[in-house]
């Protein structure tokens, strides 16, 4: 069977709805109508990061940059917490950094848990437009529930790298993937002494390796509190390995999607042949 594409009008309903869960979780699916969907993505990824910068002294602007013209200030940039776009313009204007205040990190005993929280929110943020965009299809072409959306099978692969595929009984892609990128990324935090995977340390390579989800999350928390009185002799490949986990992680999550997404319009194919 060829490879069967959405229609030029659900693409488009897909990009707004993308466009908008950036901008703030959970607006994709209020659009949609999906009221308590909207309520938790949004619920869910504001606590994650206020709570974060509460916990942390605020010391994510740290590793913000502000853009703007002269002493102007527009935007911050913070990776990943500006996948929750709107949430992080707010609390870059609302707090101030306690390291910049005058306080040493050291002094701050939640900073990594608060790190990982707001960069969960991030990460949660860029997920959530996915199963906002899942849920465009759901609508227009709709099948029953027994059906994984392409939405909840990119979700499922933060949760565990490979599940969102084994979830549309792809079990062999499932071990593939997942195992590759679980392997990569156990290999890279034993390479690094489990002590690679820390923001302050390496703040551009962590943003890669929170995308591979909850089991990176739990690392982070363990391997941020590590330290390390000597250079380690292979710490640049283990935080190489960590950090193509991650993004390997966000291309298994598009795949799951798009299979999902094929999967789903083959099954309203095969129904509208059968009821003709």
Known sequence: MAALTPSLKMREEKTRMVTWSLLLPG?????????WEALG?????????????????????????????????????????????????????????????????????????????????????????????????????????RHVTPGKAAVATLLLPGLGHFLLGRKFKAVLFGGVVMSFFVLGLALGEFADFNRQRHPYYWIGQMFVGVPGWLGNLVASARSFAQVLPYQDAGLMLTTVAGLFNIVVGLDAYARSEQDWLEAKELKEQSAA
């Not at 509460?54 to 911050?76: E, N, P």
């Open 27 to 35: 607006a994709g699916h209020l659009i949609l109508g999906r009221r």
């Open 41 to 145: 993505w949004f619920a869910l990824c504001q606590f994650l990061l206020f709570g974060g910068f509460v916990l942390a002294g605020a010391t994510q602007l740290d590793y913000g940059r502000w853009i703007g013209f002269g002493s102007m200030k527009l935007l911050c940039l913070m990776a990943p917490e500006c996948g929750n776009f709107l949430a992080s313009q707010l609390a870059a204007v609302l707090f101030q950094s306690a390291e910049n205040g005058g306080h040493s990190p050291e002094l701050i005993p939640w900073r990594h848990l608060g790190h990982c929280m707001s960069g969960a929110a991030g990460v949660l943020a860029f997920f959530s437009a996915a199963h906002a965009s899942g849920l465009v299809l759901v609508q227009q072409e709709p099948l029953p529930p």
